[in-house]
C-alpha cells in the first residue's frame, strides 16, 4: 500500500508570498498616515462645532430680541454676550461690549458652545505653557480672541500643532497651525 501525501510546492509558497509581498507594498503606504489624518479628522469636527455653536448662539440672542452686552445666554451653559451677539465667558462684567479677557473666558467659550461630549479642554496663561498639556486642546488667550492649541497629538516643545482661533468681536473661527 502507497499512501500519497498533500502538501503545498516550493514553487505554490513562494508565489503565495510574492503576492502578499506586493499586496502589502501597495496598501501599507495607504495606512500609514491614518493617524495623522484621524488627527486632523478631530480638528476639523471641533472647527465646525464651534461655527455651528457660535452661530446658534448668535441666532438665539438675535431671537431673544438682542439682549444687552454681559447678558447671559442660558441654553448656552449661561455664556455672556458681548456688544456684537457672540460669547466671551460666564464673569458678569459691567463694561459694554465685553470680550474675553482670560484663558478661562476661552475655555468657557469652548465648553459652553460645543457642551456635551466636547473634547477635554484646558486652559493656560500663556502659549508658552502648552507643552506637556494633557487635554485634547488648551486654551490661551490672545488679546481679545482665543486660540485652541490642539494638543491630543502633539504637546512637546518645537512641534507644530494644530490651532482654532476665535475672534470674540466677530464669531469667526478659523484653523491654522503654531509651533510650539
Not at 509581498?21 to 472647527?47: E, K
Not at 479677557?101 to 476661552?106: F, P
Request: aromatic letters at 8%.
Amino acid at each position: 500500500m502507497r499512501r500519497t501525501e498533500a502538501g503545498f510546492t516550493i514553487i505554490e509558497l513562494v508565489v503565495v508570498i510574492i503576492l502578499l509581498g506586493i499586496l502589502a507594498a501597495t496598501a501599507l503606504p495607504r495606512f500609514m498616515n491614518v493617524d495623522v489624518q484621524a488627527h486632523q479628522s478631530v480638528v476639523d469636527g471641533v472647527q465646525g462645532g464651534l461655527q455651528t455653536g457660535m452661530s446658534l448662539y448668535h441666532a438665539q440672542w438675535i431671537a431673544q430680541q438682542q439682549p444687552a452686552p454681559n447678558s447671559q445666554i442660558a441654553a448656552f451653559n449661561n455664556l455672556r454676550t458681548n456688544a456684537n451677539g457672540f460669547p466671551y465667558g460666564t464673569a458678569n462684567r459691567s463694561a459694554t461690549g465685553s470680550n474675553v479677557t482670560n484663558s478661562g473666558d476661552c475655555q468657557q467659550v469652548f465648553s459652553g458652545l460645543l457642551q456635551v461630549g466636547a473634547p477635554s479642554i484646558s486652559q493656560v496663561a500663556a502659549a508658552a505653557n502648552v507643552v506637556g498639556s494633557a487635554t485634547d486642546f488648551t486654551a490661551v488667550v490672545n488679546g481679545v480672541n482665543c486660540n485652541f492649541y490642539y494638543t491630543g497629538q502633539y504637546n512637546t516643545a518645537g512641534r507644530t500643532v494644530q490651532l482654532l482661533q476665535y475672534t470674540s468681536t466677530t464669531g469667526v473661527v478659523t484653523a491654522t497651525t503654531a509651533t510650539l
